[in-house]
């Protein structure tokens, strides 16, 4: 077993809803894992594309990316041992309708074009490659109370 980062985002959807806090929250006690960043922007349709390329031949390809740039975003990395799986089995089935009781998406998700948060799969590389597209600073830095620094953010962001 070895320490992993992930990248974790709370979508425009769920971001507008005023979910933020509340998936942080189910992360903190799911995750059993560090925040070790975290930041609010509008991700742009060149970095969309980019993020989702492997589906860009999907006939939902330009439903997901006008939901993903429709509004703010709360970009994290969590680090800690096998976190890319852990956080998969917290978000839940990509459909809300399908994940099981106690998941993010289940109780934050509305349906599979609103389902609250992304989480990177645990195919290797995938991780990696997210990090370097939405943190290529990788300025990582442990960040004592993630709820909170989540509502600070979030609060000056709007
Ligand atoms: P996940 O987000 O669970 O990793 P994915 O990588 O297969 O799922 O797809 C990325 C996103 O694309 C997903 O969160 C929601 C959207 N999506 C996937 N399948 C879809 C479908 N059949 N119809 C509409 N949107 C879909
Ligand atoms: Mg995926």
Redesign the pocket.
């Known amino acids: 077993m070895t320490t992993q980062n992930t990248f974790l985002a709370i979508k425009p959807d769920a971001f507008k809803r005023g979910d933020t806090a509340g998936i942080v929250k189910m992360l903190v006690e799911k995750l059993d894992a560090k925040c070790v960043a975290m930041k609010v922007y509008k991700p742009t349709e060149e970095l969309a594309k980019e993020h989702?390329a492997?589906?860009s031949e999907?006939?939902?390809f330009p439903?997901?990316i006008q939901s993903f740039t429709a509004g703010l975003i709360l970009g994290m990395v969590w680090q800690g041992e096998d976190v890319v799986a852990k956080a998969?089995d917290a978000?839940g089935?990509?459909?809300p309708e399908a994940a099981d009781e106690g998941t993010i998406r289940k109780k934050f998700g509305k349906h599979?074009?609103d389902?609250a948060i992304?989480?990177s799969?645990t195919e290797p590389g995938s991780a990696e490659r997210e990090l370097k597209i939405h943190f290529p600073e990788a300025d990582f830095t442990e960040i004592a109370d993630p709820v909170a620094k989540c509502t600070e953010l979030c609060q000056a962001a709007v």
């Open positions: 989702y492997a589906l999907k006939p939902f439903d997901l998969r978000m089935a990509t459909d599979i074009g389902n992304h989480g799969d």
